[in-house]
């Protein structure tokens, strides 16, 4: 009885025993599993650069282009004539004429009431006895002349473009000026785009204290419709002929500051500013003088997009 009395109570000890022991053999071959099944993370594979923009690329071009300089300035008439009286205290009679009007050398202008009768009687009319014609062929610019008014000597009744004709004034440095010669061809644009093609009439002799820039005129031998006053740009053909110079599209250059550059793609399609000399523009071209070798591509268009060392995807 004793015997069986104790195997009973100690059974119970030795089930807890072997259970503790079954849960740390499962935790072992747990852990063993799971290191087998959940390997090492790979280490990280270099960082891939995406391209940041997809560009075309342009070399340098050889041309032949004329040497040309470029200058601002205003549509001036060729020669004004002021009218005005010659006699003193006549009444202006009637106004023939007003701003824009093309008249002819002698049209009348102006009729003047000298209050002289044309009898004695009382009640008698008055008989206009002046007149003021047009010195010359022309437009009228200026009309200040009313009817009623009374004649003063000196005092400007109209102003005349003497033949309608007007010219460009180019304002110059006093280096450019020394290009430019009598009879050397300009072009000049006025309004929207409209090209006149003119010649060198006269050059100032000197430059303005003040401002340092001096002025050429050009006669246009085509100026009607255009309006006096107003702003023109022009060229002067200063070379004579064409000489060979290289150009790129002027996408492909940009400006910082004082600074100009471009965008050179290297062999692993990264960029990299290069600061370049240029010269004269024509049409949609600007002239490379230094700073680029003939083969080196460079970003042709989206460069103000890109940073240095931007890697780009070049397609043909």
Known sequence: MMNMNIGVKSNPLRYKIAFAGLILIGGAVWLVANSKAEPAAPAPAAAVSRPALTVRTATLREDKWARTLVANGSILPWQEAIISAQIQGLRIAEVKVSIGDQVQQGDVLVTLDNFARTSNEPGSSYVPQGRIVAPDAGVISAANANVGSISQPGVELFRLIRKGRLEWRAELTADELMLIRKGMAAEVTVGEGRVI??????ISPSVNPQT?????????????GIIAGAFARGTFD?????????SLPQTAVMQRGSKTHVLVVGEDNRVHEREVKIGQRSGDRIEVKKGLKTNEPVVESGGPFLTEGDVVQVVK
Do not use: E
Request: glycine letters at 14%.
């Open 238 to 246: 200063v070379s004579g002929g064409k000489k060979a110079l290289q």
């Open 212 to 224: 340092r820039y001096g002025y050429v005129l050009v006669t246009l031998p085509d100026s009607s």
């Open 197 to 202: 093609k003119g010649t060198v009439r006269a």
